[in-house]
């Protein structure tokens, strides 16, 4: 089975801090992403990542950084939280196929942070 | 740029009807992929079916049917017998299938099934 693992399921920041959100995906997939979900807005994309040392913007990536290190770890920074970034957070990863394939998405269990 | 959207906030249907969950799209890929996915109140995300762009026949999978119309850009999800357990938030989403491959996502729709 495919396991996404993200390294907290809850989370409580002060205001001003520098948060780490850890990922980690056992499946050798090359494709690894991170949104942000709340109420009304769906799953909207931080940042993602198709190799390792290598990252592109999302959607709503201000206020945030990423890191991939080993093809196998993901990690979202929030370089000094703010009450505005309190939500839930999903890391999921993927294969990168450039065909026909099916490139479902497998998802972590989700952190929810609370900035306070 | 993708986009997606799901117009139906919430839908409350009866035990073993049928339902279609309505997604559109924009795109200007000229292939891409189309996904549903499952989140119960466990907060999980739950893959429940794929359609290609280039796929001729529907994509179905059990209880599962998607609606493709390319020329409408329309991907509905249809869920035949209702059963409690598909009460649940239902994301609509897409990706290209050439290039990066980033995952757009639909606001979704909270599905109740009442017994």
């Known amino acids: 089975d495919v396991k996404v693992t993200q390294s907290s399921r809850y989370l409580v920041k002060r205001t001003g801090e520098k948060v780490f959100l850890e990922c980690v995906q056992d499946?050798?997939?090359?494709?690894m992403f991170w949104y942000r979900q709340d109420p009304g807005l769906g799953l909207r994309l931080i940042y993602f990542?198709?190799?390792?040392?290598?990252?592109e913007k999302g959607d709503i990536p201000e206020g945030y950084s990423v890191s991939r290190e080993k093809k196998e770890r993901f990690s979202l920074i929030l370089e000094s939280a703010s009450t505005n970034q309190t939500s839930m957070y999903l890391c999921?990863?993927?294969?990168?196929?450039?065909?026909?394939?099916?490139?479902?998405?497998?998802f972590g269990q989700g952190t929810r942070l609370t900035v306070v | 740029a993708q986009k997606i959207t799901q117009t139906q906030p919430g839908m409350f249907v009866q035990e073993k009807e049928a339902v279609t969950l309505d997604c559109t799209y924009d795109?200007?890929?000229?292939?891409?992929?189309l996904f549903w996915y499952k989140q119960p109140s466990s907060g999980e995300m739950i893959f429940l079916i794929y359609?290609?762009?280039?796929?001729?026949q529907n994509a179905t999978e059990g209880r599962y049917s998607l609606n493709f119309q390319k020329a409408r850009k329309s991907a509905n999800l249809v869920i035949s017998a209702s059963q409690l357990g598909d009460s649940a938030m239902y994301f609509c989403?897409?990706?290209?299938?050439?290039?990066?491959?980033?995952?757009?996502f639909g606001q979704g729709t909270r599905l109740t099934i009442n017994p």
């Open positions: 999921a990863s993927s294969l990168f196929f450039g065909g026909s394939e099916n490139t479902e998405a497998f």
């Open positions: 499946m050798d997939h090359e494709n």
């Open positions: 990542s198709y190799d390792v040392k290598m990252k």
């Open positions: 795109t200007s890929d000229p292939s891409y992929g």
């Open positions: 359609q290609g762009s280039y796929d001729q």
């Open positions: 989403a897409m990706s290209p299938i050439q290039g990066a491959q980033k995952l757009v």
